[in-house]
């Protein structure tokens, strides 16, 4: 008779996302996730198959996650409630080191097709919510949602540059200059 699980599948791959978020895919080792998770390495490779299998199930388990908060988070229109959707997605990190590891990881979602399947998944979810959201601006919403998303990514690269701020302050300040430039009447 199998013993019954002490922890459960979705703790362990939360146990993965932390060891992600701290190591990159290179350091990313099953005897690192069973640390974590308090759990011995033989039962990982029992639950999920092998690391890649982990990885998968991991990332799409926080898919899951963020489509459960966007789907809770108000549905007004407006830059406050778009600039909030991208606040999901910025942690509040101090370390650029920290943010250095993330796009070791995003490389392997470039990458990686089964990877790169869940990171489009998840862009379009934000892109669908951002665009269900917005005010009215001199361009689609859809063409909006996807230079928003830009205006994100850069915000991350240049605070892990200059570090002015926290990052999560310092994402906001950027999307709402872009509201701004966006919304300024037309000369």
Same mark, same amino acid.
């Given at each position: 008779?199998?013993?019954?699980?002490?922890?459960?599948?979705?703790?362990?791959? %939360?146990?993965?996302?932390?060891?992600?978020?701290?190591?990159?895919? %290179?350091?990313?080792?099953?005897?690192?996730?069973?640390?974590?998770?308090?759990?011995?390495?033989p039962?990982?490779?029992?639950?999920f198959?092998?690391?890649?299998?982990?990885?998968?199930?991991?990332?799409?388990?926080?898919?899951?996650?963020?489509?459960?908060?966007?789907?809770? %988070?108000?549905?007004?229109r407006?830059?406050?409630?778009?600039?909030?959707?991208?606040?999901?997605?910025?942690?509040?990190?101090?370390?650029?080191?920290?943010?250095?590891?993330?796009?070791?990881?995003?490389?392997?979602?470039?990458?990686?097709?089964?990877l790169?399947?869940l990171?489009?998944?998840?862009?379009?979810?934000?892109?669908?919510?951002?665009?269900?959201?917005?005010?009215?601006?001199?361009?689609?919403?859809?063409?909006?949602?996807?230079?928003?998303?830009?205006?994100?990514?850069?915000?991350?690269?240049?605070?892990g540059?200059f570090?002015?701020?926290?990052?999560?302050?310092?994402?906001?300040?950027?999307?709402?200059?872009?509201?701004?430039?966006?919304?300024?009447?037309?000369?």
């Amino acid at each position: 008779m199998p013993r019954p699980r002490r922890i459960s599948d979705e703790d362990v791959l %939360a146990g993965a996302l932390r060891v992600m978020f701290r190591k990159g895919p %290179a350091e990313f080792t099953l005897a690192a996730v069973a640390a974590e998770a308090g759990i011995a390495p033989p039962t990982l490779v029992q639950r999920f198959g092998d690391k890649r299998g982990l990885i998968l199930r991991a990332l799409a388990q926080d898919n899951g996650e963020f489509a459960s908060a966007v789907a809770e %988070a108000p549905r007004t229109r407006g830059r406050a409630s778009v600039i909030a959707l991208f606040g999901l997605l910025t942690p509040d990190i101090q370390d650029p080191d920290v943010l250095a590891t993330g796009l070791l990881w995003l490389r392997e979602d470039f990458r990686d097709p089964a990877l790169n399947a869940l990171a489009r998944e998840r862009w379009r979810m934000l892109r669908e919510a951002v665009a269900e959201r917005l005010p009215p601006l001199p361009v689609s919403p859809e063409l909006a949602a996807r230079l928003l998303e830009a205006q994100w990514q850069g915000a991350f690269n240049q605070w892990g540059f200059f570090r002015e701020g926290s990052l999560p302050n310092f994402v906001a300040d950027s999307l709402e200059a872009w509201f701004d430039l966006a919304e300024a009447p037309r000369r």
